[in-house]
């Protein structure tokens, strides 16, 4: 079964783009099945804790027991710090795509709904660190700079595929607005401004200057994110 999994940091355009592929024809969606495994673990206080952890395995080996039994193509949503030590070798069969994004934004949009974020909110050395198991497992897989998609996401789409070895299709452009069925229980604390979106937007600017220890989380982040935007895909 074809299953292209995402893993993707935090406010990186993730729910939009499992929005887009799910308007693949004949495709489905699962949107982030290792968020309550990851709170168990972590004991992480999100928006909607109790909720997520009634609503989901919290045991990730029941969670890629689950995946296992997917029928159609799938695109996974999954965030890189939901897998955190987790073995990824279950998924050696499926493409991947690692979506990032600058950190500055992805910590200033955080910041809107959890104050106190911290480097494993920001996902990149998880990402980092879920990039080289999947080249050791030798699957098919390509970085992708969200920001670098919203340019021209038709073109974007077009190379992306295409690197995937996977069919473009212009349905993926845009989505009706509202809630999905699809949405994971935490859609109501998270995804209120994609609900009212019908397609991509253009990038958000980098925030002003953010309070000092947000500034001084991104400085550590920057390194983490210019090594997986060394090996983007150049989309041009």
């Known amino acids: 079964m074809e299953v292209l999994h995402a893993l993707s940091g935090p406010r990186n355009v ?9 308007q693949r024809p004949g495709w ?27 609503h989901q395995p ?28 987790l073995d990824l070798s279950p998924a050696a069969g499926w493409k991947h795509i690692l979506w990032i994004r600058s950190p500055r934004k992805v910590i200033a949009s955080f910041a809107k709904v959890v104050p106190e974020v911290s480097l494993r909110d920001v ?10 198991q999947l080249e050791s497992l030798g699957a098919p897989l390509v970085v992708v700079d969200s920001d670098d998609l919203l340019r ?25 607005a509202g809630p999905k069925p699809y949405d994971g229980v935490w859609a109501p604390h998270w995804y209120a401004q994609v609900h009212q979106s019908t397609g991509f937007g253009t990038p958000s600017p980098e925030p002003p200057r953010m309070p000092e220890h ?3 989380l991104a400085e550590e982040s920057a390194p983490l994110f210019a090594r997986l935007a060394n090996q983007a895909l150049l989309l041009e």
């Not at 489905?28 to 009634?54: C, N, Q, S």
């Not at 045991?59 to 193509?73: F, M, N, S």
């Not at 996902?123 to 080289?132: S, T």
């Open 14 to 22: 993730s729910t939009a783009l499992m929005y887009s592929f799910a």
């Open 28 to 54: 489905g969606v699962v949107d982030e099945p290792f968020y309550a495994a990851y709170l168990a673990r972590t004991r992480a206080d999100h928006p909607g804790r109790k909720a997520v952890l009634a």
């Open 58 to 85: 919290i045991d990730p080996a029941a969670v890629w027991a689950e995946l296992a039994t997917l029928q159609r193509p799938t695109y996974l949503k999954n965030m890189a710090h939901h897998m955190d030590g």
């Open 123 to 132: 996902a990149l050395r998880e990402q980092l660190d879920a990039l080289k």
């Open 152 to 176: 021209d996401p038709e073109r974007g789409f077009r190379q992306v595929c295409a690197a995937l070895d996977l069919e473009f299709r212009p349905e993926q452009l845009s989505w009706p």
């Open 214 to 216: 947000l500034e001084a």
